[in-house]
């Protein structure tokens, strides 16, 4: 029971409470970059999932063959593989899609977000968890994707998934579409994220100290019965 | 006029990081002081311009020839990450002042895409081996100026009272879309 868990855990975790975008200010270049649309993040998003999952698996694989001294490189020859993978069959299934995300699909081999996690859990644990581990962290990476690509994409042109939303009335906000709207929305959306752990962390706080309070209470009131 | 233009247009008007968002992580963290924001920039001016004359040869001569164009991500990365090390070890042993000053700066750059996005650009523009050059000069002015400016207001920025959820990342990202605000106004340049 605890061990099922314990691997729920694994997957979970990755969504909130370490999501690499908000939580661990990684992988920042290409949030901000192919987020113009909500397509466009979520390809974006799950061909690092793809690459991450993949590369992770590997990595836990053969963590035992590959030597200290040279891991990095080896993980990196890893990743690497699986990103021509990802590359080559986004050019040649959805070239719209690949010529929008530009060189941000090769750049994913940098992505830290999948170094980080090779190096930090990947190397260390068994290829099951860090499979989890991996999948709930690029389903995090999605989250914010899909939320930012919504936001921008509404606001800077009206439109869902290329779906009109908003009324003609509404005078699209071009920033939105432009670099600077891709560093303020991010700003504001990690803001809201700090704003909200902030709030939830002070009412649990004072909820314990009222607890407190009040046992402290209980053992006064007992103690003057006696 | 060409070079010139390539030289502008990768420093100012197509600015790396905020209008392409290469280099988006040292941005982020190396930004804190404006020493060490010109020492950061220096470093990635001069892989970037080492990067730009190495991925060419690589790719023109060795890969376009060979039809081995798929190799480009893996061999690009290797390269790189080589290319660091050896500059680290010379720098190391030819000028120890200036090994001190970009210490350690140097391995966190293998991990920066903004390299990795020049091999990629210059590859994918067809840049001649001149224009390279040019475009990695040009692209390494642009982090440089780009890292200074955001250290300088980030310096700033520590004396001034932000609300507290919005501390730290969120507000230099703020702060970074205002300045790609103000690079927008260049865009009529070229």
């Known amino acids: 029971m605890k061990a099922n868990k314990t691997l729920g855990y694994e997957y979970i975790k990755g969504f909130w409470e370490t999501n690499p975008v908000l939580k661990q200010v990684l992988g920042m270049c290409p949030t901000l970059a192919v987020t113009v649309s909500v397509m466009n993040g979520l390809a974006m998003a799950l061909a690092t999932t793809f690459v991450l999952v993949f590369s992770s698996l590997l990595i836990s694989s053969i963590r035992k063959l590959i030597p200290n001294q040279v891991r990095i490189a080896a993980f990196i020859v890893v990743i690497a593989t699986f990103v021509t993978i990802a590359d080559l069959v986004m050019k040649a299934q959805f070239p719209d899609l690949s010529k929008a995300l530009g060189p941000f699909v090769p750049l994913i081999v940098v992505n830290c977000i999948i170094?980080?996690?090779?190096?930090?859990?990947?190397?260390k644990?068994?290829?099951?968890?860090?499979?989890?581990?991996?999948l709930g962290n690029g389903t995090g990476f999605l989250i914010v994707l899909v939320v930012m690509g919504g936001i921008r994409e509404l606001i800077g042109s009206r439109t869902l998934l290329g779906y009109q939303i908003?009324?003609?009335?509404?005078?699209?906000?071009?920033i939105m579409i432009l670099?600077?709207?891709a560093f303020l929305t991010l700003g504001l959306l990690m803001g809201l994220a700090n704003f909200y752990v902030d709030k939830k962390k002070r009412s649990e706080r004072?909820?314990?100290?009222?607890?407190?309070?009040?046992?402290q209470n209980d053992v006064e009131v007992k103690g003057q019965e006696a | 006029m060409d070079l010139l233009l390539i030289f502008?247009?990768?420093a100012i008007v197509n600015n790396f990081v905020l209008s392409l968002f290469l280099g988006i992580c040292p941005f982020l963290g190396v930004s804190n002081k404006t020493s060490s924001a010109i020492s950061m920039g220096m470093a990635v001016t001069f892989v970037m311009v080492l990067t730009a004359i190495v991925s060419w040869i690589l790719y023109f001569i060795v890969l376009v020839p060979f039809k081995l164009e798929f190799l480009q991500i893996p061999s690009f990365i290797l390269v790189i990450a080589s290319l660091v090390q050896f500059v680290e070890m010379v720098i190391k042993k030819v000028s120890q002042p200036l090994y001190r000053a970009l210490g350690i700066f140097l391995p966190l750059i293998t991990t920066n895409c903004a390299i990795l996005g020049l091999a990629l650009l210059?590859?994918?523009?067809?840049?001649?081996l001149l224009q390279s050059i040019i475009f990695g000069l040009g692209a390494g002015a642009g982090f440089t100026m780009a890292l200074f400016i955001m250290a300088g207001i980030r310096e700033e920025l520590e004396l001034t009272d932000v609300p507290k959820p919005f501390r730290g990342v969120p507000i230099t990202l703020i702060t970074a879309g205002l300045l790609a605000l103000a690079f927008m106004g260049f865009a009529g340049m070229i």
């Open chain 1, 115 to 123: 170094l980080g996690r090779a190096e930090a859990f990947a190397s």
């Open chain 1, 125 to 134: 644990n068994s290829p099951f968890r860090s499979f989890l581990d991996a």
């Open chain 1, 166 to 174: 908003l009324p003609n009335g509404f005078e699209p906000w071009l």
């Open chain 1, 179 to 181: 670099p600077a709207g």
């Open chain 1, 206 to 215: 004072e909820e314990l100290i009222q607890k407190y309070r009040k046992s």
């Open chain 2, 8 to 10: 502008l247009s990768a």
């Open chain 2, 122 to 128: 210059l590859s994918m523009r067809e840049y001649s």
